[in-house]
């Protein structure tokens, strides 16, 4: 009773949890399994952002306990947000899940699970269901194991040559429609040094990009280190990472806008590691509604961002998050959005239809936007989105991107990497490639996907 499989929903935050989830379990002899259908346990680490998001997770779940009737001894967790937001109160609806684990016990995971173990094979009774969500001092620094490759008893793979680390946890904006300030407390952030020393180590098992991951990427260690010549504690992060032998990229993710002050602008013209790829949510385009949503800027201060990043890299990609349907969205604060999400140009974009999450300030609100009416907006804006990443892609073809070699594409057959600009190549290369930064001529290209051809002579296999 030691296979365990894990089924991630949401965030790439939600996907690092997971992955040092796995790492403690590994070290603790489980087995960590592909299948869900050879596992003995099933964790769901979920996502709390959207309505739909709770309830995929909830009719997974309840679907997984059918099985417990015909396999007495099979372990149910649910884990991160959406257990952190409902808690034990999930019971009402899913009464024989074992495991309930907040965002801040992920660490916890490996003891409790051993409890349980210990109690079916002593035949002893399990008892009531195991709930943790309370908050715990440190605890953003549990998220720094790896799970390493192709160790003994682990399915054979390729080993990964990028890598999230997790910089800061929590977040204390308070957008009027986040349940987040919530569901992972507070802004916490971990030890530069400790940071940079997980960088190394992955560096040295052949990892050669990191994403630096945080609720507020941006915000890192403001409360914790001085601002040194102008330059915030988040720069000097990227400064100290940029400096690590083997790490080729740095990416990071989810920033605020007013996290762009000149020193990070300013780091993508010095910091040649530091990809021209920036995820810059918008959320809104209406001063008004930016204003009931409690985001401290404005749409004129939002173009100067995009603008400034694009003084400093001219071919700099954009990605953004948008709502539609903000309670009181009228028909003109949705044309400020659109023209500016038109005049942004982005390469990507995640537009969200509004949903009330019950404790945020917006659940509240009245003058709630009719559905059909998000759905109309949603689809304007996905169609803009469409026209512009089909544009930019297209631009590409002819062109000779640099892309580091991740392994093979899902087919097996061909192989895939990205971009600096976060575009997914897929082409054909040699095995030892992998984790080598090479020269890819773009013969064509789909919406999101650009193909092409090596250009070095002898190993494109």
């Known amino acids: 009773m030691n296979r365990v499989h894990i089924k991630t929903y ?90 309930i684990i907040g965002t801040q016990k992920f660490h916890q995971v490996p003891g409790y699970l051993d409890n349980l173990r210990a109690a079916r094979e002593a035949g002893l009774p399990i008892g009531e269901t195991i709930v943790d969500i309370a908050e715990e001092a440190g605890s953003q620094n549990t998220i720094k194991d790896h799970l390493a490759h192709d160790a003994p008893g682990e399915e054979a793979g390729e080993a990964p040559v990028s890598a999230f680390v997790s910089i800061q946890q929590g977040c204390n904006m308070d957008c009027a429609f986040c349940i987040v300030p919530k569901t992972r407390g507070d802004e916490r952030s971990r030890p530069m040094e400790d940071i940079v020393a997980e960088c190394q180590a992955l560096a040295a098992r052949g990892v050669r990009e990191v994403t630096l991951l945080g609720q507020i990427v941006t915000s890192y260690g403001r409360r914790d280190y001085a601002h040194t010549g102008g330059v915030t504690p988040f720069v000097q992060l990227l400064e100290r990472v940029h400096a690590i032998d083997g790490i080729e990229r740095i990416r990071f993710t989810s920033p605020h806008p007013r996290g762009f002050k000149d020193d990070l602008v300013a780091a993508y013209g010095r910091l040649p590691k530091l990809c021209g790829y920036v995820h810059l949510p918008l959320q809104s385009g209406s001063d008004r509604i930016l204003r009931a949503m409690n985001r401290p800027y404005t749409r004129e201060r939002y173009r100067e961002i995009v603008d400034a990043l694009r003084a400093v890299q001219p071919d700099m990609y954009f990605s953004t998050d948008v709502i539609v349907g903000f309670p009181g969205e009228t028909e003109e604060d949705f044309a400020q959005t659109r023209e500016l999400f038109e005049a942004c140009n982005y390469d990507m974009a995640y537009v969200f239809k509004y949903s009330i999450r019950s404790g945020t300030p917006a659940a509240g609100l009245a003058d709630q936007v009719p559905d059909e009416v998000k759905e109309q907006r949603n689809q304007i804006l996905l169609e803009i989105l469409q026209k512009n990443s089909l544009r930019r892609t297209a631009q590409l073809v002819g062109t000779i991107e640099e892309v580091l070699v991740e392994g093979r594409d899902k087919s097996g057959t061909h192989f895939t990497g990205r971009t600096r600009g976060n575009r997914v190549c897929v082409f054909d290369a040699d095995p030892r490639l992998v984790g080598q930064l090479v020269p890819l001529k773009i013969e064509r290209a789909s919406v999101s996907t650009l193909y092409g051809e090596l250009v070095l002579a002898g190993v494109n296999g």
């Open 10 to 99: 949401g965030c790439q935050m939600n996907e690092r949890d997971s992955e040092a989830v796995a790492a403690m379990l590994r070290a603790r002899g489980y087995r960590i399994v592909a299948n869900e259908q050879e596992c003995d346990i099933l964790l769901l680490n979920t996502c709390s952002v959207r309505d739909a998001a709770e309830q995929k997770a909830i009719g997974k779940a309840g679907y997984l306990q059918q099985r417990k009737k015909k396999q007495p001894d099979f372990v149910l967790g649910i884990l991160g947000c959406m257990a952190q937001n409902r808690g034990a109160s999930l019971l009402e609806q899913l009464p024989d899940v074992d495991l």
